[in-house]
């Protein structure tokens, strides 16, 4: 496990870095000049007037082991810029407030709507490299856990159910950390709170195996 486990990670951390030089060019552009095309602008931001042709909303449910469905609404809104049209997730109160016909401001960077603005409503949306970059982060902190195991036996295998849930507050602090989402108060007592949790689990786990309970 350690033989796949350790090059990966180093790829991780490799395709991270290539990830953040790209951010950082995004995050130093400046806005384009007045009347430049969105296509052939590459190295600023460019802005685009868009027409509102439509919204909708689609669900996720899930079900736990009593039986007991929940489900989560997610709203998006068509916009329409040129040739082009495209589908953007908005929080709920822009999809209750926009209406067919609305004009957008647009900004995009290489071909990607980075930021949206509609009747007052602001949205904001990451770059491919951004939304790599976590996933990098992600999968780079799996494999640690992987080898963590592989140097530790496979009798602590349980104790990665405290590691996957010490990812919630790893990747939001590594989200602030790399100014994706900077957190206030409430974020980091959210971090806290599954910091503490993870840790619980993980100490809870541990005496289990060390007991040797199932």
């Not at 395709?15 to 995050?27: L, N, T």
């Not at 929940?70 to 049209?85: E, I, K, P």
């Amino acid at each position: 496990m350690l033989t796949i486990a350790v090059p990966c990670i180093v790829e991780c951390v490799d395709h991270i870095k290539v990830h953040q030089q790209a951010i950082a060019v995004y995050r130093g552009a400046s806005l384009c000049p007045a009347g430049t095309r969105w296509q052939a602008a590459d190295d600023c931001v460019a802005r685009t007037p868009a027409e509102i042709t439509g919204a909708g909303t689609r669900q996720s449910c899930t079900t736990d082991s009593n039986g007991v469905s929940s489900c989560t609404t997610y709203y998006s809104v068509t916009v329409r810029f040129g040739q082009r049209r495209q589908k953007m997730d908005v929080e709920e109160g822009t999809y209750r407030t926009v209406r067919r016909g609305d004009t957008a401001e647009l900004r995009i960077w290489r071909g990607e709507i980075v930021r949206m603005v509609v009747r007052g409503h602001t949205e904001t949306y990451l770059t491919s490299s951004e939304w790599a970059s976590v996933g990098w982060l992600l999968l780079g902190w799996l494999l640690l856990g992987a080898s963590w195991v592989a140097l530790l036996g496979l009798r602590l295998f349980p104790l990665l159910g405290g590691w996957l849930v010490l990812t919630v507050p790893y990747l939001m602090v590594a989200y602030h950390l790399m100014g994706f989402n900077p957190m206030g108060v409430t974020g980091w007592g959210v971090a806290g709170a599954f910091t503490v949790a993870g840790l619980w689990t993980t100490g809870y786990l541990f005496s289990e195996v060390v007991d040797g309970r199932p």
